[in-house]
Structures are given as C-alpha cells and as structure tokens.
C-alpha cells in the first residue's frame, strides 16, 4: 500500500459501517529508529505537511516526525480552521493565495475529504480610519490578483441578513473588505490527511516522542551543525532537524543554540450549539476583535485576538466569555439566546512583524517554520511545499525568503498587523 490510499466503492463504504468492521489505520506505529535524513518536531499541519511533501515531491522518505503528545493536539487542533489570502503586504498575499490554491486541491490530492467550504470572508469597517485600511488593503490584493473589493452596508446585509447594520448601532458598520475566496475547512481532517499520506509513502509518525535537547556539533550558532536530537525515547541522529512547534518554537530553537524573536500568547475561542444554517461569510472586525463562522454542523465558532499577556496556558477564562459574547451581540443582536457549548484556548508565537520564521538558521542543518501567530493553519499546505523545497534543494524559495530569520538584524521586516491583529 505504500504511495498508494485505498479507495472504496460506495458499497464497501456503507457494508463496512454497518457491520462494524475494523477500518485500516491512517498510519502506523514503528520503533524509534537511531538515525533518519530528516527529523521534523512537531505534528501539526506544517509538520506534517513538510513530510508530505518532502516525500511526494522531492522523494525523501526516510524522515521522522516526533510529537510529544498527539498528531493535531496542539495548534492545529486548537484552531477555528478559517482560510484566507487577502492580506496587506505583496509578501504575504502571495504566500497565503499559494496556500488557499493547495487547499482548494487537497482533498484530491491527498485522496481524503478535507471538508473544505468556500464561504467567502467578510472584515468589518466601522470608522473612517479602518474603512481607509480596508481600501488600501484590496488595491494591494487586486495587484496581486487576489479577488477583494470593499463593499458598502447594503451588500453587508444582502450577504448576513441578521447583521446589525443600521446607523443606530453602537458600532456602525461602514463597510467590509470582500474576499470571496475565503472559507472555512475542517483541521482534524487536513491533519490526518497529510498523516495517511505521509506514512504511506514511508515516513515514520512517532506520537508520545517529546524532544529533550538538540545535539549540535562544533559550536553553537556560529560554525555549528546539527547532529541529531534527545528523546523521552532515545537519541536519533539526523543531519537535518526542522522545528515546527508553533507555540512551544522558542523554547525548541533555544535547544539548538538559536534565539528567536517570538513571545507565546493564548487564543481563546468558543462554540455554540448547532443551529439552522444562516451564516455563510466568516465575518470578522478588528475594532471589537471579534470573529464568527459557522460550520457545517451549526455551530457559530467565535473567536478573539490573542490574551493580553504572554502565557502558556490553554485554559479558557470568563473574562474572554463575556467580553466575546458582548461584542458578538453588538454585530447579531439576534443570537442572544444562543447557548455556549465549549471554550478552548490555543499557543500563539507571535513575532515581532505578525509575519512567520521560515528557512535555516545560523546551526547548520537546523531549519524553522515558527512565528504563526493566529494564522498558523491557513499557512499549513504552503509551508510545508516550500520548507521541503528548502530542505531537499539546500536553497530558500523565493516565496519564504522574505521570512527569514535575518530579516530581524538587517532591519526588513514584514509588517502584517494590518491584516493579521486580529487574526482572522
């Protein structure tokens, strides 16, 4: 079966769930082995993406990836899985669209039901300033041939009917920047896609495996070279080590020798109980840092900006509910008998610029892909296409060079806070 997913016929499909039988793994469990060409840390979307592709595109197969807990269970399972390309820098917006075109294909290529939905993706404008930021931001886009226009109150309406957007409204809406592109997927789903079908082309998913230290030969920083990592399971060797924790990234590169520009916030988010569909936009406003989608079960999926001080913590807290809650009714005053069924919080690396890390490092062989932010997920397909890129050719693609590590002491920085404060 390797390189290859079985494919089911709609009567094995339906025999198979009626009778119970067991379903073949999405992928196996294997002994540690002492040395592999490539270790990945992390086993989110960009970790499993990188295998992916340094499998299928470049042919590399002896690779592992080690997560300390479970496959998703950090970021990628923490997230609201919202898509979108309609950023502020000509950088950015060519990263992003690169990533919503391998998503648009992904179910395809990786032969597994990502679940996918175009809804389109609304940025409320509530004063003149963000009205002004809104337009700047579709010209950039249009030239960048991203599909984005500002839209005034009555389009608003046309597309969410139960949204406030009359003059009384204590924040009036002004307008919203229109991505039609954007939308919403199912991250459980790209995870183990990416999973399935990495380990049938022959990469190796260690779960339960947290990372100790990184072996680095020759010196620290300057003139040193990665030789391997530590494991709760045991040394393995590597020439190429990459770090793809996301939130945990500091901490990892700081094994290595390697100090990055990336302090670690809380995301908090919630849901709701499944109601009647009527919500086809995500709808997001910078002023009330607020978001709202919903999925295809029902459920309004809300979210905020980051947690105001830097922590570690993934608990949820009632100061973010109410806050949350306010400001949601103040866009939909109709949801106000909605209940909340869960909240959740997530790790954020947040860099200076709101822009990522990506490529090699001053260690040899010691490669990142950190500093997501809020916008981690929307990233997963085209970083891991561009860092296997990387990796297998020994060059920085010309879509990541922009995100270099460098770029902090040389001063060219990548500003996307315009786009990415709030996160969605």
Same mark, same amino acid.
């Given at each position: ?26 992928? +196996? ?110 010209? %950039? ?20 009917? +139960? ?36 380990? +049938? ?19 620290? %920083? ?147 892909? %950190? ?54």
């Amino acid at each position: 079966m390797k390189g290859k997913a079985p494919r089911y016929s709609a009567w094995s499909l339906a025999r198979r769930g009626v009778s119970g039988a067991d379903w073949p793994r999405a992928f +196996r469990a294997h002994e540690l082995q002492p040395t592999y060409d490539v270790i990945i840390i992390g086993g989110g979307v960009h970790g499993l993406a990188t295998a992916h592709y340094l499998a299928a595109n470049h042919g590399i197969t002896n690779v592992a990836v080690l997560e300390k807990g479970y496959i998703g269970g950090g970021g990628s399972g923490r997230n609201t899985a919202i898509l979108r390309s309609n950023y502020l820098t000509p950088e950015g917006i060519a990263f992003y669209d690169r990533s919503l075109t391998l998503y648009r294909h992904l179910a395809a290529d990786l032969n597994f039901n990502v679940m996918f939905s175009r809804r389109g993706h609304l940025t409320l404008a509530h004063n003149d300033a963000s009205l002004r930021t809104m337009r700047w931001r579709a010209e %950039v886009n249009k030239l960048s041939g991203v599909d984005s226009e500002v839209i005034d109150p009555s389009e608003i309406a046309a597309l969410v009917p +139960r949204m406030d957007v009359s003059a009384d409204a204590r924040y009036p809406i002004l307008g919203a920047l229109w991505h039609p592109p954007g939308g919403i997927i199912r991250h459980d789903a790209v995870v183990w896609g990416y999973a399935r079908s990495a380990d +049938r082309r022959g990469v190796h998913i260690h779960q339960n495996t947290e990372v100790t230290g990184i072996d680095v030969a020759g010196g620290r %920083v300057t003139g040193g070279r990665v030789t391997g990592v530590r494991t709760t399971r045991g040394p393995v060797s590597a020439p190429v080590v990459v770090n793809a924790t996301a939130g945990w990234s500091s901490l990892i590169s700081d094994m290595a020798g390697v100090a990055m520009p990336v302090h670690t916030f809380p995301l908090q988010a919630a849901v709701t109980e499944p109601v009647q569909p009527f919500l086809e936009p995500v709808v997001v406003s910078g002023t009330l840092h607020v978001y709202v989608s919903q999925t295809d079960r029902g459920e309004l999926v809300f979210g905020a900006s980051v947690d105001p001080f830097a922590s570690y913590s993934t608990r949820g807290s009632l100061e973010f509910i109410e806050g949350l809650a306010g400001h949601v009714l103040e866009l939909m005053p109709s949801l106000h008998s909605l209940r909340l069924l869960r909240q959740w919080a997530g790790l954020c690396d947040m860099t200076p610029d709101y822009s990522p890390i990506m490529g090699p490092t001053p260690v040899d062989g010691f490669y990142v892909d %950190v500093g997501w932010g809020t916008y981690g997920f929307k990233a997963g397909p085209v970083s891991g296409e561009q860092m296997a890129a990387c990796i297998a050719t020994g060059t920085t693609p010309e879509l990541i060079a922009p995100f270099a590590l460098s770029r902090f002491a040389a001063g060219h920085l990548v500003g996307e806070k315009g786009a990415a404060a709030v996160g969605h």
